[in-house]
């Protein structure tokens, strides 16, 4: 088992947000993916994020039910799985709709992440589901989604052959930090990756700090995708991807638009962090 202050590791590995500004057509969602993929990988990535709700930002909520696929088939998670082969990446696919059994009316907000030979490595369902009213904007995802209830990590191994553990988490889920504290045991994280859709209000308001926060507090790496701009459904999202180290310093950022941010998981600087500040070991709660 990894103990949190184990200051040994030294390997790194080059990870990519991917910031989209998405719109109600699927197949031109997927083709300007593909294109943004291409270049992280050509950067260097080995981990590539997409944001939330990569494939499709409707006009309407139930938009998404139409477009929802089986798990395990259908045109969104072939591509995914076949970006994963084409680039040899680890690539964690934003999120999509996933029909649940029994039940049209709702959905869930999935997180799928293919390893380098286009197998699945594991799926998030988004825990934390969003509600928001300031009067002019009104959001309220449960009326589509079903929420998930299970925190998941996955195993990163690098072409160098070192190990990574990531956490997955989607946009809401970050106003919970009990949920990184989850991810954190029993064995802790080396890189938290969310997929976001923040608002403009919200974003510009708490985006920032809220990823910082999180870095900070569990020392471990953070990579953020966002939608970013303003969108074919009069939606404006906040954008700002962002790459965190352990200590909640901003290594990159895009503002706004679509585009490629990169980052890197230093296991080195992470370790310094967690042996000059041993905060993980001082938790009494």
């Not at 999180?214 to 020392?219: P, S, T, V, Y």
Request: with cysteine; charged share 20%.
């Amino acid at each position: 088992m990894t103990s949190p202050m184990n200051s040994d590791r030294t390997a790194s590995v080059d990870c990519a947000a991917i910031q989209m500004v998405s719109s109600p057509d699927v197949a031109d969602n997927l083709a300007r993916a593909g294109q943004q993929i291409a270049l992280a990988a050509a950067a260097g990535a080995e981990l590539v994020v997409l944001p939330e709700y990569f494939c499709l930002m409707g006009h309407k909520d139930r938009d998404k039910l139409v477009l929802a696929e089986q798990a395990g088939d259908g045109p969104i998670q072939a591509a995914l799985a076949a970006w994963a082969v084409q680039h040899g990446i680890w690539l964690v696919g934003g999120t999509l709709p996933l029909r649940i059994a029994g039940d049209p009316d709702h959905v869930s907000n999935t997180c799928l992440t293919y390893a380098p030979d286009g197998s699945l490595a594991a799926r998030y369902d988004k825990i934390h589901l969003f509600r928001y009213d300031d009067g002019e904007r009104r959001y309220d995802e449960a009326a589509t989604l079903c929420a998930g209830t299970q925190p998941v990590a996955f195993e990163l191994r690098s072409r160098a052959g070192d190990t990574f553990r990531v956490g997955l988490s989607t946009c809401y889920d970050l106003r919970f930090p009990e949920l990184y504290r989850a991810l954190m045991s029993p064995l802790p994280c080396d890189l938290f990756v969310v997929g976001a859709a923040f608002t403009y209000p919200t974003g510009q308001a708490h985006w920032e700090v809220l990823l910082r926060a999180r870095a900070i507090e569990n020392q471990c790496h953070v990579l953020a995708s966002a939608q970013g701009g303003r969108h074919a459904n009069g939606r404006r999202t906040w954008g700002h991807s962002l790459a965190i180290d352990p200590w909640g310093v901003v290594q990159a950022v895009r503002p706004e638009g679509e585009g490629v941010v990169m980052g890197r998981v230093d296991l080195a600087r992470q370790g310094d962090v967690r042996r000059q500040l041993p905060a993980l070991t001082h938790r009494v709660m």
